[in-house]
Each structure stands twice: as structure tokens, then as C-alpha cells.
């Protein structure tokens, strides 16, 4: 089983960046497919980008496509988010979460078992 923890988060002007980490313990991240998802006050949790339990596959929301890249660092057994061109709408608690080896990703969030506690990103305007 995998532990999931994330870190990063944090306040940003509109237009800034910023890089969230999940560090994974327990086992590695290539026996999963690991995703962030995002939820804001009020809203239902969202697919935000997922990458294969090999590393080679990403896939992004069209909302966050070209503005964010998932990536990992297998010797750190750590899967990344950097966050560019941040908007006030980005604003949102951010998970990732791990589920089986299988591609296309799943996109709800029933699709996977494990999770972090969650990081806060705020964009301010």
C-alpha cells in the first residue's frame, strides 16, 4: 500500500508559479498511475493531469493544458506539479492520488484508491 504526501502549496499572484511534490512511501511510484486532482470551496473534485506508472504518458485537463507539467523523480519517489500562469480560478485544494497501472487514466476521482491529505494553492488577483 501507498502513502501519499503533498507539499508546495501556498499564495501566488495571478501570473506566478508554483511547484507542488507528492512523496510517496511504502512502495514506488512506477507500480501506479498517479494523478492530482483539485477541489475548490463548494465544487465537486477535479481531474486536474495524471502520468503512467512508467513515466512516459501524461495527460492533462484542458483547463490546465500548456500552463501545467506533471513529472516525477523516481529516485525520490516523488511525482510533481509546476504550476505556470496561474489564475484566481486555480485556487483550490490539490491531491494526488494513485490507482492500478492502466492507461487512459481514470478522470473521476472514484478511480482511485489512494490519496494525499492535500495542499492549498491561492491565487490571488
Known amino acids: 500500500q501507498v502513502q501519499l504526501v503533498e507539499s508546495g502549496g501556498g499564495l501566488v499572484q495571478a501570473g506566478g508559479s508554483l511547484r507542488l511534490s507528492c512523496a510517496a512511501s511504502?512502495?514506488?511510484?512506477?507500480?501506479?498511475?498517479i494523478a492530482w486532482f483539485r477541489q475548490a470551496p463548494g465544487k465537486e473534485r477535479e481531474f486536474v493531469a495524471a502520468?503512467?506508472?512508467?513515466?512516459?504518458?501524461?495527460y492533462y485537463a484542458d483547463s490546465v493544458k500548456g500552463r501545467f507539467t506533471i513529472s516525477r523523480e523516481y529516485a525520490k519517489n516523488t511525482v510533481y506539479l509546476q504550476m505556470n500562469s496561474l489564475k484566481p480560478e486555480d485556487t483550490a485544494a490539490y491531491y494526488c492520488?494513485?490507482?492500478?497501472?492502466?492507461?487512459?487514466?481514470?478522470?473521476?476521482?472514484?478511480?482511485?484508491?489512494?490519496w494525499g491529505q492535500g495542499t492549498q494553492v491561492t491565487v490571488s488577483s
Open positions: 492520488a494513485a490507482d492500478r497501472p492502466r492507461w487512459p487514466p481514470s478522470t473521476t476521482p472514484g478511480g482511485y484508491d489512494y
Open positions: 511504502g512502495r514506488a511510484i512506477n507500480l501506479y498511475t
Open positions: 502520468m503512467s506508472w512508467t513515466g512516459g504518458s501524461q
